[in-house]
C-alpha cells in the first residue's frame, strides 16, 4: 500500500507542458512490481528497472533507507539471528521510517517469545499449511455437489 501510495501519480498521464517529464521512466510498473524489484538483489535488475529505480529514489529520497530495513530483517531471518531482533525493531523506530513498517515492528512485540522461536528453529509448517489450503480449495470447489467419497479420491488422487 505504501509504494502504491508514491507510484500512483507516475502512472497518470501528463499533460506535454509541464516541466519535469523527461526526469521520469517511460516504463510505469504497477506497485506490486515496484515492491519486488526494490527487494531484488541488484544484478538481477535489467537497466530499464535501474534507471526506474534511480527516478524512484530521487523522488522519494528516503525510501532507500526503509529498503535497507526490510532486506535487513530478511537476511536476520534467512541467516536465524533471533539476537539481531532487539536491535532491528529498535532501527525500525526511527522517524524516516514508514509507519507501516513501524507498526509491523510493534506487532512483533505482541507474541515475542514465538517470533524468537520461529527464527531460532529450522522447522517450517509451510508443507502442512500448504496441504490444509489445498483440502479447502477443493471442499470449496465441490461445495453441494458430491459426497465424501468423491472428496476422499480428489484429496487422495489430486483428480
Known amino acids: 500500500y505504501m509504494v502504491r501510495r ?8 501528463r499533460e506535454s507542458g ?6 521520469r521512466p517511460t516504463w510505469r510498473p504497477s506497485p506490486r512490481t515496484v ?4 527487494l531484488k538483489l541488484n544484478g538481477d535488475r535489467t537497466v530499464e528497472q535501474e534507471i526506474f529505480l ?14 535497507a530495513l526490510i ?3 530478511r537476511s536476520l531471518l534467512r541467516q536465524r539471528r533471533p539476537d539481531d531482533l532487539d536491535a532491528w525493531v529498535a532501527l525500525a523506530d526511527e522517524p524516516s521510517i514508514l509507519p507501516e513498517i513501524k507498526q509491523f515492528a510493534h506487532n512483533l512485540h505482541q507474541d ?9 528453529q529450522p522447522w517450517s509448517n509451510g508443507q502442512v499449511e500448504g496441504q490444509v489450503n489445498r483440502l479447502k480449495t ?4 465441490m461445495y453441494g455437489r458430491a459426497n465424501f467419497d468423491l472428496l476422499r479420491q480428489r484429496v487422495l488422487h489430486g483428480n
Do not use: C, D, H
Not at 508514491?6 to 498521464?13: C, I, M, Q, Y
Not at 509541464?18 to 526526469?23: I, R
Not at 534511480?54 to 529498503?67: D, F, Y
Not at 477443493?138 to 470447489?141: G, T
Open 6 to 13: 508514491r507510484v500512483v501519480a507516475w502512472r497518470e498521464p
Open 18 to 23: 509541464q516541466t519535469g517529464e523527461e526526469s
Open 35 to 38: 515492491t519486488w524489484l526494490l
Open 54 to 67: 534511480v527516478a524512484l529514489r530521487q523522488g522519494w529520497p528516503e525510501l532507500m533507507e526503509n529498503v
Open 71 to 73: 532486506q535487513e530483517f
Open 112 to 120: 515475542w517469545a514465538a517470533v524468537l522461536e520461529a527464527i531460532r
Open 138 to 141: 477443493i471442499k470449496r470447489q
